[in-house]
């Protein structure tokens, strides 16, 4: 919970006053690392995507062209903070590798295994968005590297994001 506050006062006599603010959790900014997972966010809520990333070897996230209609690109950060990066460390690719032997007198064998590998890289990058309107949009990233040739191995993640309209409460 993040807590701020401001006090002041002077001389005896005086009136004192003293304002606390809270910013509820569910307020706090939304954070997303699993492209599998859609992601629902409101008209006005920022959220953001995370995603491990080494900078230093000139690697980074760079966003597809969005739909500016539904969704507002807020800007994108590193960090380093350890909570972050066991939670970004914990996004994984699998990869599926099958092998077929063709054996002398008709027999085959085949064989499947699926291999996890975790992406273990030494910062996060955030990258923040905002719901502009209602409706359905997705968010494509990829991993280039500054002045690196284009590749087409280049890893790809895709978030599909639900805006849905801002409720209001009113009293009567």
Not at 19 to 26: L, M, Q
Not at 32 to 52: C, Q, R, S
Not at 93 to 110: F, I, K, L, P, Y
């Given at each position: 919970m993040l807590l701020a506050g401001c006090?002041?006062?002077s001389s005896a006599g005086s009136d004192e006053s003293t304002?606390?603010?809270?910013?509820?959790?569910?307020e706090a900014t939304a954070t997303?690392?699993?492209?599998?997972?859609?992601?629902?966010?409101?008209?006005?809520?920022?959220?953001?995507?995370?995603?491990?990333a080494d900078p230093g070897s000139g690697w980074r996230w760079?966003?597809?062209?969005?739909?500016n209609s539904r969704l507002?690109?807020?800007g994108s950060h590193f960090s380093?903070?350890?909570?972050?990066?066991?939670?970004a460390e914990s996004a994984t690719?699998?990869?599926?590798?099958?092998?077929?032997?063709?054996?002398?007198?008709?027999?085959?064998?085949?064989s499947t295994s699926a291999t996890t590998v975790p992406a273990v890289l030494p910062l996060v990058q955030i990258i923040s968005f905002a719901g502009r309107a209602a409706g359905p949009a997705t968010i494509s990233l990829s991993y280039n590297q500054i002045a690196g040739a284009p590749q087409a191995e280049n890893k790809v993640v895709t978030f599909t994001v639900q805006v849905v309209p801002a409720t209001t409460t009113t009293t009567s």
């Open positions: 006090s002041g006062g304002t606390t603010s809270t910013v509820d959790p569910a997303y690392v699993d492209p599998a997972a859609p992601i629902t966010t409101t008209v006005g809520k920022e959220f953001a995507i995370m995603l491990p760079v966003l597809a062209p969005i739909d507002i690109a807020l380093d903070d350890p909570d972050l990066l066991l939670k690719t699998t990869s599926t590798t099958t092998t077929t032997r063709v054996q002398a007198g008709n027999s085959t064998t085949s």
